[in-house]
């Protein structure tokens, strides 16, 4: 059984900085990309950053030089941060990693259970 586990969410001022954790739990073999979605309400869930097994990354627009995506690959656990944060950055964080659960499985996708990020003066 494999867990994605968020912290770190909370409320901030416009202009703030948080960083968000997801760490990786349980029978893992090997993950490839892990990353952030966020979903606001009335809004679809939309990529926030993501980053490969070797280090390449991948932000949206909306977030480019404001956030920045790491992970530690012997903690299996991912980090987000994120710096001068805005009122339109308000919505649930979720974790997604593509994970194997051993050497001959398929990829697959696991999501964490989100955590909430509001950002309002």
């Known amino acids: 059984q494999v867990q994605l586990v968020e912290s770190g969410g909370g409320l901030v001022q416009p202009g703030g900085s948080l960083r968000l954790s997801c760490a990786a739990s349980?029978?893992?073999?090997?993950?490839?990309?892990i990353g952030w979605y966020r979903q606001a309400p009335g809004k679809q869930r939309e990529l926030v950053a993501a980053?490969?097994?070797?280090?390449?990354?991948n932000y949206a627009d909306s977030v480019k030089g404001r956030f920045t995506i790491s992970r530690d690959n012997a903690k299996n656990t991912v980090y987000l941060q994120m710096n001068s944060l805005k009122p339109e950055d308000t919505a649930v964080y979720y974790c997604?990693?593509?994970?194997?659960?051993?050497?001959?499985?398929?990829?697959?996708?696991?999501w964490g259970q989100g955590t909430q990020v509001t950002v309002s003066s």
């Open positions: 997604n990693a593509g994970l194997k659960t051993g050497r001959w499985d398929m990829p697959y996708d696991y």
């Open positions: 349980g029978s893992i073999f090997s993950i490839n990309a």
């Open positions: 980053i490969t097994s070797g280090g390449s990354t």
